[in-house]
């Protein structure tokens, strides 16, 4: 079976074939990134414009490196949300299109789910139970999965993981995104000179990453040499974020005594969290799924793999699936 995945949910237009439940046939990537950064962040009308005059060619691109013909696709999934939502009209606008023409099925994919499948594409078995952490641009996401079956645990209440990084990056005077160049220069730092910390919010398995954004900011204008400082501020924030999302996910494995962790999202790509995930996950006897660097940032494999695994299980959409900004977890309008 041929899954074709498209993602526009922000800032990427992408196109998959994946052949059956794990073999990757094609995974074709047009960003917009280099749009966004005299802006210093994603504009969504200049991602919305970039997915409309990409879309057409990324998934003939993708067809073609799959050594396919478009006949040949048994079913087409898409982004269906979060996300911005002229962005995810294009994606399911010309993905509706394509199994109109195509008479084939169609199935609405949630993103977030999608980074935790992401971990999948490429035929690792997937845990029955286990805890998601999903650590993205927009979202940041505590998730218990128990058979397919998503309960979101605990969320940010403010600003996502991501969003800190790039945040604080534009404070220090880096680029966009600012994930990848805090990851850089705190490798070049030391935690320990400059200490930030999270805002814990006890009880709950929720995050809060505005407040450590704002400490840098004061400590930026307090300090006229921070430039001399950026990679030790780069490290000691960068230490708080992984410290943070590590000491909730391992809390969560314990309070609903779960022993698999899958960690999905662009965050995923961090260094120093992932190191940190898998010393503690080693400590405590569990087991760490962390998605491939190429699939951990948004890409249309993992969202062709969510599409296939909810075919498979007997879900499909029909023309009312629409874009949808807000999607809440297990809840996609896709229907038996
Ligand atoms: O999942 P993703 O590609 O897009 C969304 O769905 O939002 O995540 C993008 C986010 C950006 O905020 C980017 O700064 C962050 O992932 N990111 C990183 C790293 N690589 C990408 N954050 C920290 N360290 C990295 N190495
Ligand atoms: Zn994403």
Request: hydrophobic letters at 40%.
């Amino acid at each position: 079976m041929l899954t074709l995945g498209i993602e526009t949910s922000c800032d990427e237009t992408a196109a998959a074939v994946l052949e059956g439940d794990s073999r990757v046939l094609s995974n074709v990537i047009s960003s917009s990134i280099a749009k966004h950064q005299p802006f210093g962040g994603v504009v969504p009308e200049i991602a919305s414009r970039h997915h409309l005059e990409n879309i057409d060619t990324v998934v003939r691109c993708a067809i073609k490196e799959a050594g396919i013909s478009l006949g040949q696709i048994d079913l087409i999934a898409v982004t269906q949300g979060p996300g911005l939502i002229g962005a995810l009209l294009v994606g399911t606008s010309f993905a509706k299109m394509l199994a109109y023409v195509l008479n084939k099925p169609l199935i609405g994919v949630h993103h977030l789910e999608a980074h935790l499948e992401a971990n999948f594409v490429d035929g690792k078995e997937p845990p029955a139970r286990y805890i998601g952490l999903i650590v993205s641009g927009g979202h940041t996401h505590l998730v218990l999965v128990n058979q397919g079956q998503y309960t979101v645990i605990g969320s940010t209440r403010d600003d996502a993981a991501g969003e800190a990084f790039d945040k604080v990056a534009k404070i220090l005077g880096l680029g966009y995104p600012g994930g990848p160049e805090i990851d850089r220069l705190a490798k070049l730092g030391n935690p320990k000179k400059i200490k930030f910390s999270c805002g814990h919010i006890p009880g709950t398995f929720d995050f809060s990453f505005s407040g450590i954004k704002t400490a840098v900011l004061y400590y930026v204008r307090k300090n006229a040499s921070y430039r001399e400082q950026i990679s030790d501020m780069a490290a000691g924030f960068q230490h708080a974020v992984v410290k943070s999302l590590v000491s909730k996910t391992l809390a969560a494995c314990e309070r609903y005594q779960v022993s698999d962790v899958v960690v999905g999202g662009g965050v995923a790509a961090n260094s120093e969290l992932r190191a940190r995930l898998k010393e503690e996950s080693d400590k405590h006897g569990f087991t760490l799924l962390l998605s491939p660097l190429k699939y951990a940032v948004d890409n249309a494999a993992m969202i062709a793999r969510a599409g296939y695994v909810g075919f498979q299980k007997g879900r499909c959409s029909d023309w009312s699936m629409t874009g949808a900004a807000n999607l809440p977890m297990g809840e996609n309008h896709a229907h038996a």
